[in-house]
């Protein structure tokens, strides 16, 4: 799995790209952030089914690495596009495989919706998303998603396994009801350390990401349900009224009368609530 570096600015010797918009270092440093190339042909076959691109695909792979799944997707995709911050890892990507269109950028910043869908066919995302920057590139996909359909990501698995989790858990948070608003996420593979060369410290999760037409519930105002989401799990040992209360800046009395004209208990912790509830919050606070 090829972890990405603080990235450089995006170029590619195709004008019509989408670009990256942010700047970067020097590639020297991709180490420091982590970098482990997956090596399991097998692995790589599995996180490729998942998506199951056919010859009317696009399919956008982020951090392709040494090419372990761009060559399957290259072989079974109508179209592939590999975005890599690594000049070096770029150059040799795109003479290994002619026919994949890679490009040098920072997945967390390219414009994904600027790229031309296919007219029959979807627009995939697979890839191995870094250990240091896979949370910002998640936000970035999901921030994009009318411009996605499926997605196979692979992230270290305790990330993967709080955007999957449900409510009552443990690992349930923000992440996982602002991803599991917008889109269907599933943990679909574990993939073990010596999966990869060099293997990392941890385990890798593959999370299997369809997007949703519509919101899975209906938002007076996103940018407020974000808030009051962020704020319920920005003191997760406190009761949701003290959370809210503190994180939004409102008279606790207030978050406690409102959560139970809403129906929520105010006493109840934030990991046990729905996004429903969550939603209902959000449009009387």
Not at 251 to 277: F, H, Q, W, Y
Request: proline letters at 7%.
């Amino acid at each position: 799995m090829a972890r990405r570096r603080s990235p450089r600015r995006a170029a590619s010797t195709r004008p019509s790209w989408p670009t990256s918009r942010r700047g970067g270092v020097r590639a020297t440093k991709r180490r420091a952030l982590g970098q482990h190339f997956l090596r399991d042909a097998g692995i790589a076959r599995a996180i490729v089914d998942l998506v199951a691109p056919t010859a009317a695909d696009l399919v956008i792979e982020i951090g392709p690495g040494e090419g372990a799944l761009t060559g399957e997707l290259a072989r079974r995709a109508g179209r592939v596009v590999a975005l890599e911050v690594d000049r070096g890892l770029v150059e040799r990507l795109r003479a290994r495989f002619p026919s994949v269109e890679v490009v040098e950028a920072d997945a967390r910043a390219w414009e994904y919706g600027a790229i031309a869908r296919p007219r029959e066919g979807r627009v995939l995302v697979a890839g191995n998303l870094p250990y240091s920057v896979g949370k910002p590139i998640l936000a970035a996909l999901v921030a994009a998603r009318t411009a996605i359909d499926e997605m196979a990501l692979m992230l270290q698995r305790e990330v993967a396994e709080r955007v999957a989790a449900p409510p009552g858990s443990k690992t349930y948070g923000s992440l996982s009801v602002l991803s599991q608003l917008y889109c269907d996420v599933r943990l679909a593979l574990r993939v073990p350390p010596g999966a990869f060369r060099p293997p990392p410290a941890v385990e890798s999760g593959v999370l299997h990401v369809r997007v949703r037409p519509a919101p899975r519930v209906p938002l007076a105002d996103e940018s407020r349900f974000r808030a009051v989401v962020q704020a319920a799990f920005g003191q997760r040992r406190k009761t949701l009224a003290n959370a809210l209360a503190r994180g939004l800046g409102l008279p606790l009395e207030v978050v406690r009368r409102t959560a139970t004209t809403t129906g929520v208990d105010p006493g109840r912790r934030a990991e046990t609530l729905t996004i429903l509830e969550f939603a209902e919050l959000a449009r009387r606070l």
